[in-house]
């Protein structure tokens, strides 16, 4: 897949709106990277940013539904988003979540190159998720880290990744909703644990329900603070 490709499709453009090779910058001349994509406050209060800032690597583990939750306000504020390596990805359940599927691109499998793969999409789209990380060598990996923070995207590895900024955990989880042999699964609390480096070494935790009441994503609410630091 070529950036010429992308661009050919109707209202998609490359991340960073200008040409490719270019460095990242708007529509008024400033830089791109560093700027933030819109994310839920509930998800967002654990970043060391106030959404997914542009060019930045955030890794996801774990949790679908996380995944889904790190993608859907974007999506739906007009980003798009493409998953590349992830066959298995549910459209049903990514739309209840709250993703705009109109502005999501599936490659289930990107074939013999991958790293071009999404390389390419990098140029084109604002969020580019990566299943199957660990099968990538480390320095392909930190080339791609590399081309996202030049090009003003954001890359979302669904797994680990050598030099990611964030790492977002799903470190618990409880289903709600069915009683003693009876009743449907209605919504899922998580425990999100968020560490990494720089001005994410200190972790974080935050407690979701996805999806939430009135909603994708809603804060559990059970006492003053439930976002907190973990202590180490």
């Given at each position: 897949m070529?950036?010429?490709s ?6 998609v ?6 040409s ?11 830089p ?6 819109p ?12 959404g ?6 955030v890794?996801?583990h774990g949790?679908?539904?996380l ?5 859907a ?5 007009g980003?798009?988003a ?26 289930p499998?990107?074939g013999g190159?991958p790293?071009?793969?999404?390389a390419a999409l ?6 580019v998720?990566?299943?199957?990380p ?8 930190r080339r791609?880290?590399a081309r996202a923070?030049n090009r ?7 797994g680990?990744?050598?030099?990611a ?5 799903c470190t618990?989880?409880?289903w709600?909703?069915v ?5 449907y699964l ?5 425990t999100?644990q968020?560490?990494?480096?720089g001005?994410?070494?200190r972790p974080?935790t935050?407690?979701l329900?996805l999806?939430?009441r009135?909603?994708?994503?809603s ?10 630091p973990?202590?180490?």
């Open positions: 070529s950036v010429a992308l661009t050919a499709l109707d209202g453009t490359t991340a960073d709106g200008v490719v090779g270019a460095p990242a910058v708007d529509a008024g001349g400033g791109v990277a560093g700027r933030v994509l994310m839920r406050t509930e998800l967002a209060a654990v970043l060391p940013w106030p997914l800032r542009r060019g930045s690597t890794a996801v949790s679908v539904s995944l889904f939750a790190v993608l306000e974007a999506t739906a504020r980003s798009w493409a998953v590349v390596g992830l066959p298995g990805l549910g459209l049903v359940a990514a739309a209840e979540a709250g993703v705009e599927i109109a502005r999501l691109a599936l490659v499998r990107p190159d790293v071009g793969v999404i990098l140029d084109g789209v604002d969020l998720v990566v299943g199957g660990h099968r990538l060598p480390e320095s392909d990996a791609l880290s923070r003003g995207s954001v890359l979302v590895p669904f680990e990744w050598p030099g900024e964030v790492r977002l955990r618990q989880g409880r709600s909703g009683g003693d042999g009876h009743g209605r919504e899922r609390e998580i999100v968020a560490a990494g480096r001005a994410a070494s974080r935050c407690r329900l999806p939430g009135g909603g994708p994503v804060e559990v609410r059970e006492g003053p603070a439930v976002l907190r973990v202590a180490g």
